[in-house]
């Protein structure tokens, strides 16, 4: 059983850079075929994909969002992390890490309410 753990603050100041990171068990974030997303939603709103990074590192990010956005990994601690910069109070939303598998989104994490105010 894959299971995944946001951890990080939950509130950031305006203008800081909000950190995420994500615990995976059960299963590498290396194994093949698999990526590694963060997705979150804004009270009242619908999902918003940020981004992602594969088994293999490459990384890939919401166009919206890209240049603001760094997703990065630790192999041995089975981790990756989400780097939000420049945050506004419309970043505040929960936040999940959630693994996509061939063809579908099989594991997501309990998600993590981020609060970005002075």
């Known amino acids: 059983q894959v299971q995944l753990q946001e951890s990080g603050p939950g509130l950031v100041k305006p203008s800081q850079t909000l950190s995420l990171t994500c615990t995976v068990s059960?299963?590498?974030?290396?194994?093949?075929?698999?990526?590694w997303n963060w997705i979150r939603q804004p009270p009242g709103k619908e999902l918003e994909w940020i981004g992602s990074?594969?088994?293999?590192?490459?990384?890939y990010y919401s166009p919206s969002l890209k240049s603001r956005t760094s997703i990065s990994r630790d192999t041995s601690k089975n981790q990756y992390t989400l780097q939000l910069s420049s945050v506004t109070p419309e970043d505040t939303a929960v936040y999940y890490c959630v693994r996509e598998g061939p063809g579908r989104i099989d594991y997501w994490g309990q998600g993590t309410q981020v609060t970005v105010s002075a």
């Open positions: 990074i594969a088994y293999g590192g490459s990384t």
């Open positions: 059960g299963g590498s974030i290396t194994t093949n075929g698999y990526y």
